[in-house]
């Protein structure tokens, strides 16, 4: 059975259709990749499935549990966490801290209740923060936890956020442009820590630009062109695909003009 079941999915604002009749699965335990040229849809999609948008029609179905129309806390509570393009990390407070937050929904009393270091809280807090230090462990910057986050090398705050959305305990992983902003090298160490958390058994939809990441790490990709899927199937052939190859060529052309 699949973890992920989107089915003729439809968003529309105003008179602009900028997801069409979408539909694709993404079975437990891959990485999943979803690519298409600027405006594509992508990011539109992503906030259908983590629930900052409800669709205009069409389902989303998360371990066979409609999902779509929910709030976006009730779908993190099924199994569900997102990264942005923009790394969003609170100012002020450590990696540890940060990372700390995420965990907030797996917790009986939650993180503010914590930090206010209530008597019946201590335990789980030590606990909380354990299990996080476990995280940054495994992210390999264990060693930063105590470093204000937004002071990080900036392939360093990627990591930090991967690590809070860890801290949720997801199924299902969906990372909106993990490279964007990072160098060959950051982007080649994100690609490695995104394998190494798949195979931990996180399933991963990504959406991503890089095309060498891409093909490096997915099991398959969907491919969007104007909210519409034009292609689905394995990276080897998605590159052979004659309407993608015109579609990201043309885009190449738009941008040769721009420039």
Excluded at 20 to 27: H, R, T
Excluded at 233 to 244: A, G, K, M, R
Aim: net charge negative; with cysteine; proline share 4%.
């Amino acid at each position: 059975m699949a973890l992920l079941e989107i089915n003729q999915l439809n968003r529309r604002f105003g008179g602009l259709q900028a997801i069409s009749e979408v539909s694709f699965a993404v079975e437990p335990g891959i990485i999943k990749a979803v690519i298409g040229p600027n405006g594509a849809g992508k990011t539109t999609l992503f906030n259908l499935i983590a629930g900052s948008l409800p669709p205009s029609s069409g389902t989303i179905r998360f371990r066979n549990e409609v999902i779509s129309g929910l709030q976006p806390f009730q779908i993190a509570r099924r199994g569900i966490s997102r990264t942005y393009q923009n790394i969003k990390l609170y100012p002020g407070m450590t990696a540890l801290e940060n990372v700390m937050i995420g965990r907030h929904i797996q917790s009986r009393t939650g993180f503010i209740a914590g930090m206010l270091h209530l008597p019946w809280t201590r335990r789980e807090e030590a606990q909380v923060r354990e299990h996080c230090l476990g995280l940054l462990e495994m992210l390999e910057i264990a060693d930063l936890a105590e470093v204000e986050a937004t002071s990080l090398a900036f392939g360093q705050q990627r990591a930090v956020e991967l690590a809070r959305a860890l801290a949720m305990e997801p199924q299902l992983l969906l990372l909106d442009e993990p490279a964007a902003g990072l160098n060959i090298y950051e982007t080649a160490e994100v690609g490695r820590l995104i394998s190494k958390i798949n195979s931990q058994g996180i399933t991963v939809l990504l959406v991503e630009h890089d095309m060498s990441l891409v093909m490096d790490i997915s099991h398959e990709i969907v491919v969007l062109s104007f909210g519409r899927k034009i292609a689905e199937d394995l990276p080897l052939q998605i590159q052979q695909n004659p309407e993608v190859i015109k579609i990201y060529l043309g885009e190449e052309e738009k941008e040769d003009a721009q420039g």
